[in-house]
């Protein structure tokens, strides 16, 4: 079935003109005019997240920060917790795991000493990969001896995101990975001196004075730090809805914004588009 091209434009009134750019107060909406007919149209306001221009974008590298929260209940133990990554994991068996050339950055953490939850702050990983497509794994490595009682941690607020200089993406959390996390260690006695995850948060019950000595590690996912979600556009008309006016659309910080319109006309076989484009400031 052959498709009609859309007869669309787009307008503001011009008295916000300012040479290219249409100038608007913070408060103020913008009202964008439309004119012929389109079986759909969609709206890239161009603030972050909704930039036309990064619609198919799917890999980025900003910086690869993660936070935490910890807390370390009853016992004395020191320097139970470590915080351990690495680039890669090729064989992913305990003994390679366990074995492998994990980097200790436990400095970079503030780490709970008592009940009192501690925030790690943001801890800057990007220095431990070198492209886009690169992986990450992180660790937690717990080690309680016998002897005396055994501490035991809770780790919550959990995140990873790669942050650009416009948006931040969320790539790990707790509650996205809860059913990724592996466990790996040399002793778990009692059977609850292992590391448990779940949407909340990652815990380690330790042993008391009399169990074993016990090392027990949690392990990420890949995370792959040039993840990012393509920019989405706000769904104006459908094929379904008269045609419409306008559009009106208000803008929640100053700045300068490529305001982008696609219209389009598709059947299963064959789509046909027009994208207007018009430059809006807000200024304070």
Do not use: C
């Not at 913008?30 to 007919?37: A, H, R, Y």
């Not at 416009?166 to 790990?172: A, H």
């Not at 074993?212 to 379904?240: C, F, M």
């Amino acid at each position: 079935m052959d498709v009609d091209a859309p007869s669309f434009s787009v307008s503001i009134d011009p008295a916000r003109r300012a040479v290219d750019t249409f100038v608007y107060r913070l408060g103020d909406t913008t009202q964008f005019l439309f004119s012929g007919t389109a079986g759909n149209i969609a709206f890239y306001s161009g603030e972050p997240g909704r930039k036309y221009e990064n619609r198919n974008r799917v890999l980025k590298q900003g910086a690869t920060t993660l936070s935490f929260s910890s807390k370390a209940e009853w016992g004395t133990q020191t320097n139970t917790l470590q915080l351990l990554a690495i680039s890669k994991l090729n064989v992913l068996d305990s003994t390679a795991v366990v074995n492998a050339a994990w980097k200790d950055i436990t400095s970079r953490a503030a780490l709970a000493n008592s009940a009192t939850v501690v925030n790690s702050g943001a801890i800057d990983l990007s220095d431990l990969v070198s492209g886009e497509k690169d992986s990450l794994y992180l660790a937690f490595k717990y080690t309680g001896v016998t002897g005396s009682t055994q501490r035991t941690w809770t780790i919550t607020n959990y995140v990873v995101n790669n942050v650009l200089p416009d948006l931040s993406y969320t790539l790990s959390s707790l509650a996205t990975d809860a059913s990724y996390w592996t466990r790996y260690g040399n002793v778990w006695s009692p059977a609850s001196a292992r590391w448990t995850a779940s949407a909340t948060s990652l815990t380690l019950t330790g042993g008391t004075a009399t169990a074993p000595s016990n090392t027990s590690w949690i392990i990420s996912r890949p995370i792959y730090v040039g993840q990012i979600s393509p920019d989405v556009s706000i769904g104006v008309k459908s094929i379904t809805d008269p045609d419409k006016a306008g559009y009106a659309y208000k803008y929640t910080a100053p700045g300068i914004y490529k305001a982008t319109f696609v219209a389009f006309n598709h059947t299963v076989a064959a789509e046909k588009s027009i994208v207007k484009e018009l430059i809006i400031k807000v200024i304070p």
